[in-house]
Structures are given as structure tokens and as C-alpha cells.
């Protein structure tokens, strides 16, 4: 197996835009060169980070398959100084790799 590469570049951090201008983040990603993107979000954005995953391979990369996921959960301290639990996800998606 190769080297995992971990690195800020195949990794896409879901916010508030539409779920298709993620899918087209993951199938760039794709195009060009990786065969394994990471898809990050936190709390509300969950459900658009796995609508962009699913759309991504349903329509766009039927060839890539969900690797595996990562749930936790996040401290975050706010400004007034309270800290609040926040869910977070990471999904890999991987491609396999065409001989």
C-alpha cells in the first residue's frame, strides 16, 4: 500500500455554501491527480458535507467508494469565554487506482 497522504490539500472543509459547489471541490480533486479526498465538517453542516459526498459518487465519480468515517466531537470556547460541545465528521473518499 502507498504512503497515506494526509495533507491540506485534499482536504475540503464543508460551510455554509451549497452541497454542489463541494462536489465540484471533491471531483477537481479527483481530476486532478488524487486518489483520496477527505471531506471535514462541523455541526449544522454535517448533512451537506455527506449530501456532497453521496451526489459526488452517485453522479460525478461512480468509481470512488467511502473509505471510512470519522465522528467526534469538538470543544469550542466562544467569545464569551463559554465553551460548547460541537459534532464533527470526516469522510474519506477514495478512488481506486486504474492499472
Do not use: H, W
Not at 467526534?72 to 473518499?93: A, M, Q, Y
Amino acid at each position: 500500500m502507498a504512503e497515506e497522504r494526509r495533507t491540506d490539500e485534499n482536504v475540503i472543509y464543508v460551510g455554509n455554501k451549497p452541497p454542489m459547489s463541494y462536489v465540484l471541490a471533491v471531483v477537481t480533486q479527483f481530476n486532478s491527480g488524487s486518489d483520496e479526498v477527505i471531506i471535514k465538517a462541523r455541526g449544522r453542516a454535517i448533512s451537506r458535507a455527506v449530501d456532497a459526498a453521496e451526489i459526488t459518487r452517485n453522479r460525478f465519480v461512480t468509481d470512488a467508494k467511502v473509505k471510512e468515517i470519522k465522528i467526534s466531537t469538538e470543544s469550542i470556547t466562544n467569545d464569551e469565554g463559554r465553551t460548547s460541545n460541537v459534532s464533527s465528521i470526516e469522510i474519506c473518499l477514495a478512488k481506486k487506482k486504474s492499472k
